[in-house]
């Protein structure tokens, strides 16, 4: 079974500065997609960030960019220019495209500080 | 604003009671997921249906049952309510098919209190 790890549990990060936060996951398939969601303390889940794992180009949106090593199965996610709005937990998310459920891991609280 | 509604947004209730969870799907998106977070942990795929059909069952418990009507809505009951059922529970839809509706957008969720 797929398995998504986040060994950091918390991190934090002065505003303005470049944060990474790292996932790794274990899976025998080829195609799949991985996700990374942002939770602020309202608790709604916010899609950051996705990447399809037969694109060997890394994703980007705006300051939040993806480090996708299929090989080493790793997935982290580089936040650019912090901002106190990115304080959150962060989860690293895994679909394979043969099954519909989605598996999540255990998330990575963000805080930054001013 | 993700499109998928979510009611009640609170819900406080007592052991042994049931509960019914209603989730409304973004407009045109087939598939409904369910899942649940306990306090500061991650989220647990509980079930999915698509266009009316069950498709995926995960750690659902036999107390907990959904279903998907016509109209695309579902609902999540849970009955026999204990302790441990309190959580966040969220409902998240996807498009019908194509890489591009691969992704899960997730409603606000509704926070089950059992006392």
């Known amino acids: 079974a797929q398995t998504v790890t986040q060994s950091q549990p918390e991190m934090s990060v002065q505003e303005a500065e470049t944060v990474t936060l790292s996932c790794t996951y274990d899976?025998?398939?080829?195609?799949?997609?991985l996700f990374w969601y942002k939770q602020p303390p309202s608790r709604q889940m916010i899609l950051v960030i996705r990447?399809?794992?037969?694109?060997?180009q890394n994703a980007t949106e705006n300051r939040f960019s993806v480090n996708f090593q299929k090989a080493a199965k790793s997935f982290s996610l580089k936040i650019s220019d912090s901002q106190l709005g990115d304080a959150a937990m962060y989860f690293c998310a895994y679909r394979s495209p043969a099954f519909n459920d989605m598996r999540f891991g255990a998330g990575t609280r963000l805080t930054v500080k001013p | 604003d993700s499109g998928v509604t979510q009611t009640p947004k609170h819900l406080i209730t007592a052991t042994g009671q049931r509960v019914t969870l209603r989730c409304s799907p973004r407009?045109?998106?087939?598939?409904v997921y369910w899942y649940q977070q306990s306090l500061d942990q991650g989220l647990q795929f509980l079930i999915q249906y698509y266009n009316g059909e069950e498709r995926a069952k995960g750690n659902i418990l036999e107390r907990f049952s959904a279903q998907q009507f016509p109209d695309l809505h579902s609902e999540l009951n849970l009955s026999s309510l204990e302790l441990g059922d309190s959580a966040l529970y969220f409902c998240?839809?996807?498009?019908?098919?194509?890489?591009?509706?691969?992704?899960?957008?997730f409603g606000p969720g509704t926070r089950l209190t059992v006392l």
């Open positions: 990447q399809e794992a037969y694109k060997q």
């Open positions: 998240a839809s996807r498009g019908g098919g194509g890489l591009s509706t691969d992704t899960q957008y």
């Open positions: 407009s045109g998106d087939l598939s």
């Open positions: 899976t025998s398939e080829s195609d799949y997609y």
